[in-house]
């Protein structure tokens, strides 16, 4: 039977394209899909993790506190220990480019725990050099010879230094928004205040030793020495850990990618068993005939198991390799984008392995199933038509059986897991409901198809004849729409994931950071300029969306609140709503809205007119001043307090326009440019990320829209040349060419048409749930449904199911009518 394996796969070779091209492609969506969770990691770790990406290990403490140098001494004597880096680190100002900038300063490390790229020059090598991003040097006009007198809380406060190099701008949303310095160890001791102590400690470990050996080892050291809860992490657990505390403590970028890759491995089966068993299916009387002259059920399944293994493993090989090519092409333009710049590729083995072993394994497995249904009956019954499932039949019944159950708990499961926040649970229900779908499939689409074909009623003939025909074989016509309602389901429910998991993203960032920069107003005896002027040509800067004026109306009084004595400003509800990005934060009079970590109650309020008492309520973020709405205090400005204006960019503005804009509003309020706050940069840096996830992703969408046109071409082609004697009596009873094209055409659209649509809806649904499965714990999840984009993917499946038509309909109208009625 392996003669007769290899000759199927010489004989009829294109028969076996289709397959290929089916089983190419999911391995190439499956694989794909793996290599964005590790491309997704590297990105992150080039942004985040970059200052610690050659560090073995990582030490941090748990309450911020810095490090003592007895607890960093006890630490790099540790015998584990090869190198280390104790990192200091403070915040300086210096004067340049027409005013004064505000920078971080750190030391330099020696060896391979150096984080900072080199761009030109060299790090610092001599008691007061250091080296300065490109990115600020650019903007600031300086270079390499350049000199800066730093300015910081130091025993000698000033230090006056050269620059010697020029490093590559950071990508680490924590660190970009303001100048990067690396410098000497005699600079820190002149700007950084004695008592600071070490921000964080790197660790290279010696060849052969255990990491959590050494963690806990390490650990137990600083403790000794007087540390207080230290945090010894790998560097990639450190980026893990800091992606989590983004998000509230779970690190959602991965939960969700994990979901995309549930899905793909799902979708990946259904396709190959579905498209495979559809070519099997048309070799049932052949299997037969061959076992009327002799043939062993074994030999059979084993002929069938030899073509499938063959075209799977060859199919699996070509759809790794498309892709690696496919992320290689995704991450080379990302990196292309300046604020994605960090973009890196990662192709890990089990990417590589799992794709080979799915798309092998997958497609013996759905080879096998017809094979053993054909070789399950007598040979002679096999080479009789098999009657279509329906209810009225064995088959029937246990398609319904077995379907109905699968989709009604699946879809049980799926809601709780949506409702618990449990990923698992919805992704086990939303498998379980759409196998089912699948299972029922025969029972419901043809029917759907039949009230769909009075659509067709006015082409005439060819439409009446098309709606019949789309009804006639259930089983034919299942099969043709499943292979289209697999491919729209998967587009829909990712493209209605993504949306609503951006939109769950956006909702976060902005409830965290919800007013884009802040600045103070400059006090007229202090040579500011007016503040009414100066909104106007801030509201008028290129990337500005809004502007407004908050005026200071009182005082905290006492400790009422953790920000005791902090100025309380007011602003009206309509300019909040315009200025804030957090549109759940809506003023209302009577609540001082003060920052996170200040404990709710009455909060006594100093004003010009006295003490006002307010409820207070705290809110989720500290990127905020504290504020009330405007009918709260008389609005009678304190004196001797400057005002405070708030700015909202456009979302399109990147991190360099950032960087102008803070300028031109430190120029417009006469204040120094490291006055104006804020945390736009965060933002702006945090949404590239998100950009670069669901970039990738989004290229996977186009997978799965020709996976399913490769599957609707492969089952309408096969189901043309079933019906090559019926076309050509229909040719001889009058049907012209033209009417047969048209017939098939039809049909082709009726049952593309009800599989978009079915699948747009499911695709919804599977989309919307899955995002509250995954994001539901760490934000609200508000269903976004891109009608537009899925107005599109209707369109599409269409015209594929159109285009797939085209070459049978081609062929059966140039066959004569005589040859097609001797076709046996």
Same mark, same amino acid.
């Given at each position: 039977?392996?003669?007769?394996?290899?000759?199927?796969?010489? +004989?009829?070779?294109?028969?076996?394209?289709?397959?290929?091209?089916?089983?190419?492609?999911?391995?190439?969506?499956?694989?794909?899909?793996?290599?964005?969770?590790?491309?997704?990691?590297?990105?992150?770790?080039?942004?985040?993790?970059?200052?610690?990406?050659?560090?073995?290990?990582? &030490?941090?403490?748990?309450?911020? #506190?810095?490090?003592?140098?007895?607890?960093?001494?006890?630490?790099?004597? &540790?015998?584990?220990?090869?190198?280390? /880096?104790?990192?200091?680190?403070?915040?300086?100002?210096?004067?340049?480019?027409?005013?004064?900038? /505000?920078?971080?300063?750190?030391?330099?490390?020696?060896?391979?725990?150096?984080?900072?790229?080199?761009?030109?020059?060299?790090?610092?090598?001599?008691?007061?050099? %250091?080296?300065?991003?490109?990115?600020?040097?650019?903007?600031?006009?300086?270079?390499?010879?350049?000199?800066? #007198?730093?300015?910081?809380?130091?025993?000698?406060?000033?230090?006056?230094?050269?620059?010697?190099?020029?490093?590559?701008?950071?990508?680490?949303?924590?660190?970009?928004?303001?100048?990067?310095?690396?410098?000497?160890?005699?600079?820190?001791?002149?700007?950084?205040?004695?008592?600071?102590?070490?921000?964080?400690?790197?660790?290279? =470990?010696?060849?052969?030793?255990?990491?959590?050996?050494?963690?806990?080892?390490?650990?137990?050291?600083?403790?000794?020495?007087?540390?207080?809860?230290?945090?010894?992490?790998?560097?990639?657990?450190?980026?893990?850990?800091?992606?989590?505390?983004?998000?509230?403590?779970?690190?959602?970028? +991965?939960?969700?990618?994990?979901?995309?890759?549930? %899905?793909?491995?799902?979708?990946?089966?259904?396709?190959?068993?579905?498209?495979?068993?559809?070519? !099997?299916?048309?070799?049932? @009387?052949?299997?037969?005939?061959?076992?009327?002259?002799?043939?062993?059920?074994?030999?059979?399944?084993?002929?069938?198991?030899?073509?499938?293994?063959?075209?799977? $493993?060859?199919?699996?090989?070509?759809?790794?390799?498309?892709?690696?090519?496919?992320?290689?092409?995704?991450?080379?333009?990302?990196?292309?984008?300046?604020?994605?710049?960090?973009?890196?590729?990662?192709?890990?083995?089990?990417?590589?392995?799992?794709?080979?072993?799915?798309?092998?394994?997958?497609?013996?497995?759905? *080879?096998?199933?017809? &094979?053993?249904?054909?070789?399950?009956?007598?040979?002679?019954?096999?080479?009789?038509?098999?009657?279509?499932?329906?209810?009225?039949?064995?088959?029937?019944?246990?398609?319904?059986?077995?379907?109905?159950?699968?989709?009604?708990?699946?879809?049980?499961?799926?809601?709780?897991?949506?409702?618990?926040?449990?990923?698992?649970?919805?992704?086990?229900?939303?498998?379980?409901?759409?196998?089912?779908?699948?299972?029922?499939?025969?029972?419901?689409?043809?029917?759907?198809? *039949?009230?769909?074909?009075?659509?067709?009623?006015?082409?005439?003939?060819?439409?009446?004849?098309?709606?019949?025909?789309?009804?006639?074989?259930?089983?034919?016509?299942?099969?043709?729409?499943?292979?289209?309602?697999?491919?729209?389901?998967?587009?829909?429910?990712?493209?209605?994931?993504?949306? +609503?998991?951006?939109?769950?993203?956006?909702?976060?960032?902005?409830?965290? /950071?919800?007013?884009?920069?802040?600045?103070?107003?400059?006090?007229?005896?202090?040579?500011?300029?007016?503040? *009414?002027?100066?909104?106007?040509?801030?509201?008028?800067? $290129?990337?500005?969306?809004?502007? +407004?004026?908050?005026?200071?109306?009182?005082?905290?009084?006492?400790?009422?609140?953790?920000?005791?004595?902090?100025?309380?400003?007011?602003?009206? *509800?309509?300019?909040?709503?315009?200025?804030?990005?957090?549109?759940? =934060?809506?003023?209302?009079?009577?609540? !001082?809205?003060?920052?996170?970590?200040?404990? #709710?109650?009455?909060?006594?309020?100093?004003?010009?007119?006295?003490?006002?008492?307010?409820?207070?309520?705290?809110?989720?973020?500290?990127?905020?001043?504290?504020?009330?709405?405007?009918?709260?205090?008389?609005?009678?400005?304190?004196?001797?307090?400057?005002?405070?204006?708030?700015?909202?960019?456009?979302?399109?503005?990147?991190?360099?326009?950032?960087?102008?804009?803070?300028?031109?509003?430190? $120029?417009?309020?006469?204040?120094?440019?490291?006055?104006?706050?804020?945390?736009?940069?965060?933002?702006?840096?945090?949404?590239?990320?998100?950009?670069?996830?669901?970039?990738?992703?989004?290229?996977?969408?186009?997978?799965?829209?020709?996976?399913?046109?490769?599957?609707?071409?492969?089952?309408?082609?096969?189901?043309?040349?079933? @019906?090559?004697?019926?076309?050509?009596?229909?040719?001889?009873?009058?049907?012209?060419?033209?009417?047969?094209?048209?017939?098939?055409?039809?049909?082709?659209?009726?049952?593309?048409?009800?599989?978009?649509?079915?699948?747009?809806?499911?695709?919804?649904? /599977?989309?919307?749930?899955?995002?509250?499965?995954? =994001?539901?714990?760490?934000?609200?999840?508000?269903?976004?449904?891109?009608?537009?984009?899925?107005?599109?993917?209707?369109?599409?499946?269409?015209?594929?199911?159109?285009?797939?038509?085209?070459?049978?309909?081609?062929?059966?109208?140039?066959?004569?009518?005589?040859?097609?009625?001797?076709?046996?």
């Amino acid at each position: 039977m392996l003669r007769v394996a290899l000759s199927q796969l010489t +004989t009829h070779f294109r028969r076996f394209v289709a397959i290929g091209l089916a089983v190419l492609l999911s391995v190439m969506f499956l694989s794909a899909t793996l290599m964005v969770g590790a491309s997704t990691t590297a990105s992150l770790g080039a942004s985040i993790g970059e200052a610690y990406r050659n560090a073995d290990l990582v &030490a941090t403490s748990k309450n911020g #506190e810095a490090f003592s140098q007895a607890a960093v001494d006890a630490a790099v004597s &540790a015998p584990a220990v090869e190198g280390s /880096y104790a990192e200091r680190s403070t915040y300086v100002t210096f004067t340049a480019g027409g005013g004064e900038q /505000y920078g971080k300063v750190r030391n330099v490390a020696h060896g391979s725990l150096e984080g900072a790229v080199l761009s030109s020059g060299s790090l610092p090598a001599q008691p007061y050099d %250091v080296a300065l991003d490109v990115k600020s040097a650019d903007h600031l006009g300086l270079a390499v010879g350049s000199t800066l #007198e730093l300015h910081g809380e130091g025993p000698v406060k000033n230090a006056s230094v050269t620059i010697t190099g020029l490093i590559k701008a950071t990508n680490d949303p924590f660190s970009s928004s303001a100048a990067q310095l690396v410098a000497s160890e005699p600079v820190l001791n002149a700007v950084q205040d004695a008592g600071s102590g070490y921000s964080g400690l790197q660790f290279t =470990l010696r060849p052969g030793e255990d990491v959590n050996a050494a963690k806990e080892y390490i650990a137990h050291r600083m403790e000794a020495a007087g540390a207080v809860e230290p945090v010894l992490e790998t560097a990639q657990e450190k980026v893990t850990s800091t992606v989590a505390m983004l998000s509230a403590g779970q690190d959602q970028l +991965t939960v969700v990618l994990l979901a995309f890759a549930g %899905v793909a491995i799902l979708v990946s089966t259904l396709v190959v068993a579905n498209t495979f068993s559809v070519l !099997v299916a048309q070799r049932t @009387r052949e299997l037969a005939l061959l076992r009327c002259l002799g043939a062993g059920r074994s030999q059979i399944r084993g002929s069938v198991m030899v073509e499938a293994f063959i075209v799977g $493993s060859i199919a699996s090989v070509f759809g790794v390799l498309a892709a690696v090519g496919l992320m290689s092409g995704l991450i080379a333009w990302a990196k292309t984008q300046p604020e994605q710049a960090f973009a890196t590729l990662a192709v890990p083995p089990s990417a590589v392995a799992i794709g080979l072993l799915a798309g092998t394994l997958l497609t013996v497995a759905a *080879a096998l199933v017809p &094979a053993k249904a054909a070789t399950a009956v007598a040979p002679l019954a096999a080479l009789r038509p098999a009657d279509d499932a329906s209810v009225r039949n064995r088959r029937g019944k246990i398609r319904l059986v077995l379907g109905l159950p699968a989709f009604l708990g699946g879809a049980a499961l799926l809601v709780l897991g949506s409702m618990n926040v449990s990923l698992p649970v919805a992704l086990i229900g939303g498998a379980a409901s759409f196998i089912g779908i699948l299972l029922c499939a025969t029972l419901f689409i043809p029917g759907v198809v *039949a009230v769909a074909g009075r659509l067709a009623a006015p082409a005439g003939v060819p439409g009446r004849l098309a709606a019949v025909n789309a009804t006639r074989n259930p089983a034919r016509t299942s099969a043709t729409a499943a292979a289209l309602l697999i491919g729209v389901t998967l587009v829909s429910l990712m493209m209605t994931g993504a949306a +609503t998991s951006r939109q769950a993203f956006n909702d976060t960032l902005a409830e965290n /950071y919800p007013v884009d920069l802040a600045a103070p107003t400059a006090l007229a005896d202090a040579g500011g300029k007016d503040p *009414a002027a100066a909104l106007e040509r801030i509201a008028s800067l $290129s990337g500005v969306s809004e502007a +407004t004026l908050l005026q200071p109306v009182g005082t905290l009084k006492g400790d009422s609140t953790s920000s005791g004595g902090a100025t309380i400003y007011s602003i009206p *509800a309509s300019q909040a709503a315009s200025i804030l990005r957090d549109t759940k =934060l809506q003023p209302v009079p009577g609540v !001082v809205y003060l920052p996170e970590d200040s404990p #709710e109650g009455p909060a006594n309020i100093t004003t010009a007119a006295g003490t006002v008492t307010l409820d207070a309520k705290v809110l989720r973020t500290r990127h905020v001043a504290a504020f009330v709405e405007a009918a709260s205090i008389p609005p009678v400005a304190l004196p001797g307090e400057p005002g405070m204006v708030w700015v909202k960019l456009d979302d399109s503005v990147s991190g360099d326009q950032v960087q102008a804009i803070q300028k031109d509003i430190a $120029s417009a309020l006469g204040i120094h440019e490291r006055a104006v706050s804020g945390a736009v940069i965060e933002r702006v840096t945090f949404n590239s990320i998100i950009d670069v996830l669901l970039l990738v992703v989004t290229g996977l969408l186009g997978v799965a829209v020709v996976i399913a046109l490769i599957g609707v071409a492969n089952t309408l082609s096969l189901s043309v040349l079933e @019906r090559t004697r019926e076309n050509s009596l229909l040719r001889a009873l009058g049907l012209t060419k033209g009417q047969l094209r048209g017939m098939l055409a039809i049909e082709a659209v009726l049952v593309a048409g009800v599989a978009a649509v079915i699948g747009a809806a499911l695709g919804i649904f /599977y989309g919307w749930l899955g995002a509250q499965s995954a =994001l539901g714990g760490v934000a609200d999840v508000v269903p976004a449904v891109p009608w537009l984009q899925l107005a599109a993917v209707f369109g599409v499946a269409v015209v594929a199911g159109l285009l797939a038509s085209v070459v049978p309909a081609r062929r059966a109208a140039r066959l004569s009518p005589v040859e097609g009625l001797a076709t046996a």
